[in-house]
Nanobody, 133 residues
Framework: QPELVESGGGSVIAGGSLRLTCVAS????????MGWFRQAPGKEREGVAA?????????????VYGDSAKGRFTISQNNAKNTIYLQMDNLKPEDTAMYYC?????????????????????WGQGTQVTVSS
């Protein structure tokens, strides 16, 4: 059974940075989708970014971002460590949320379907990010 474990959340002042980490285990696939979502209290879950873990493809061609993340957040991977990251810079109070890692180990549809509701089949427990003004 695949498992995803997030870490790296915390409390920062607006303008600061955090790097979230998601470690995946319990699978054998080589190329698949992983992504980050967030949910703030009283709000719907929102897609932040996604990546296809095939590093033979140029990074720009295998990553996608939600509007709130564009220009401030960067998703990346380390296949040797079965890990993806979310570097978050210039954080704003509205970025405060629980951040979740998700994975779909059977397809690479996240790029095509990200804006129309792609969601992973496996989820982590989440890591809290709090940004104060």
């Amino acid at each position: 059974q695949p498992e995803l474990v997030e870490s790296g959340g915390g409390s920062v002042i607006a303008g600061g940075s955090l790097r979230l980490t998601c470690v995946a285990s319990g699978y054998t696939f080589k190329s698949y989708c992983m992504g980050w979502f967030r949910q703030a209290p009283g709000k719907e879950r929102e897609g932040v970014a996604a990546i296809v873990t095939d590093d033979s493809i140029a990074t720009d061609d295998r990553t996608v971002y939600g509007d709130s993340a564009k220009g401030r957040f960067t998703i990346s991977q380390n296949n040797a460590k079965n890990t993806i990251y979310l570097q978050m810079d210039n954080l704003k109070p509205e970025d405060t949320a629980m951040y979740y890692c998700a994975a779909d180990f059977l397809s690479r549809s996240c790029l095509r379907e990200f804006d129309t509701g792609w969601e992973g089949d496996y989820w982590g427990q989440g890591t809290q990010v709090t940004v104060s003004s």
